[in-house]
């Protein structure tokens, strides 16, 4: 028998669950009424049996203690205890309702579960422990291979050396040979049969980029006979997205590896709700401040209250962005020119104030209302910029495929760009929000702007 141990821990498990349970309402009798005698006769033996019944049919079906070692983790294994502790309460609930049981003292029902769930967390915590420490002893180890080899194979190897307590036992790499490969491995294809069957070897990771599908099915054709596991390693790292998804064309599984994140409902309705109500906000209850404003604008320099510029959105489409004009008329009349920071001679007294508070932004939020802008995401920026940017940083594409906003996280940590060379390390922040955006960032971005605006920090 190749793992002696190992066909234990089942039984052990479900022996060790069985008893604290039974202790557990035992216990709880009698902490409750200060005798033993009566748990044994009715209502109470009815409900005992039941304790037992509802616990071996979660058993049967959910089959919780069958897991890979990945996740022999305690947190893993206590949340699926809760799991199951909630779904035993629920169907005694129901019983107790259909038998209208209210003779049962509530008081020994909820003593029987927390005794259950601590003694449960603590056999668990325990467990784990012991068999990390037993296993990165060197005992009831899984002995692997890797065929084809390279950069992932390494990986995977490294991956099991560091965490020895999973108990993985590497016994050598098996590719045909090259130059590079030279001195490395046990064997090539020819040679992996024997060597499985003489080394009791327990799991073949098979490394796709090295290998054809014709030696993988060798290996897997084989396996059954042989008696071991085999594994399949893809390298999707760098371009695997959070709405990696798999999708089936009648038997054959295609991987879709586009991003659902950027068109999922809480981008599509959720943000957009928020960015509605929140413009609606914004422009109903600042009204009056924005006349102030208007009005000093119009006051301190000659020229129009608004300022238009055509900026470059979500996909790609120009749009028009509005701002309460900081600089002189006619500024950029000889072409694009990017602004020089506070000390830029263009732009006005009042104008330079605005900046620092964010004050002249507020006309952007007619821009959110109408669904060109969204109050939070990277800022938009002018295509004779982006041409220029995108030579230095081609990554700035990325962040077309999000719709722009009137604050971002570059906005806050860097503000005004006076340089290509500034815009490209401005961006090196607003990457980092199509990755982690969520309505709590979104909140903490606009939280951080409005303290920006308040100490009148805005570069």
């Known amino acids: 028998m190749r793992h002696r141990y190992s066909i234990l821990f089942f039984p052990l498990h479900v022996i060790i669950d069985f008893l604290s349970l039974n202790a557990s309402f035992v216990g709880a009798y009698w902490l409750k009424f200060q005798a033993l005698e009566p748990v044994s006769e009715a209502p109470y033996a009815t409900l005992w049996w039941l304790f037992n019944i509802i616990w071996l049919v979660e058993i049967l079906i959910l089959k919780p203690y069958i897991y ?4 022999f983790k305690s947190g893993h294994l206590i949340k699926q205890l809760f799991l199951l502790v909630f779904i035993h309460i629920a169907i005694i609930a129901v019983y107790w309702v259909i038998i209208q049981g209210y003779y049962y003292s509530r008081e020994h029902l909820f003593i029987t579960y927390a ?13 784990v422990v012991f068999l990390k420490a037993y296993r990165a002893r060197g005992y009831n180890n899984r002995r692997y291979i890797i065929v084809g080899y390279g950069k992932l194979a390494n990986t995977i190897r490294a991956f099991y050396d560091a965490h020895p307590e999973m108990g993985f036992h590497f016994c050598g790499y098996f590719d045909e040979p090259t130059t590079e490969n030279a001195g490395l491995l046990k064997g090539g294809y020819e040679s992996l049969l024997e060597y499985i069957g003489n080394n009791r070897i327990d799991c073949v990771y098979c490394c796709m980029p090295y290998m054809d599908n014709q030696r993988l099915k060798y290996a897997v054709d084989n396996a059954e006979v042989a008696d071991y596991q085999v594994k399949i390693l893809v390298d999707f790292r760098g371009f695997l997205a959070r709405g990696t998804s798999v999708e089936y064309h009648d ?3 295609v991987l879709n590896l586009s991003s659902q994140m950027l068109a999922d409902l809480q981008v599509d309705v959720l943000k957009r709700s928020f960015d509605i109500l929140f413009s609606v906000a ?27 510029q055509e900026r470059i959105g979500r996909e790609g489409k120009p749009f028009k962005i509005y ?3 900081s600089m002189y008329v006619d500024s950029e009349k000889s072409g694009p020119v990017l602004s020089g920071g506070l000390l830029d001679s263009r732009i006005t007294p009042w104008g330079r104030f605005m900046r620092q508070t964010r004050l002249d932004e507020i006309p952007q939020f007619y821009n959110v209302l109408i669904g060109d802008m969204s109050v939070v995401g990277p800022r938009p920026e002018r295509q004779h910029f982006i041409d220029q940017i995108v030579e230095i940083a081609p990554e700035y594409r990325s962040l077309l495929k999000v719709k722009p906003g009137i604050t971002s996280i570059g906005q806050i940590k860097y503000g005004y760009a006076a340089s290509i060379e500034e815009m490209v390390q401005r961006l090196r922040y607003d990457l980092l929000y199509p990755k982690r955006r969520s309505f709590l960032f979104d909140m903490w971005i606009i939280a951080q702007t409005l303290r920006v605006m308040a100490q009148g920090r805005g570069k």
């Open 251 to 253: 038997f054959l599984p």
């Open 282 to 308: 914004a422009l109903g209850l600042g009204m009056p401040l924005f006349v102030i404003i208007a009005i000093l604008t119009k006051a301190t320099s000659a020229g129009p209250i608004f300022y238009a």
């Open 115 to 127: 005794l259950f769930l601590s003694v449960g967390i603590i056999f668990r915590i325990g467990g």
């Open 323 to 325: 701002k309460f004009r």
């Open 68 to 71: 890979p070692r990945q996740l």
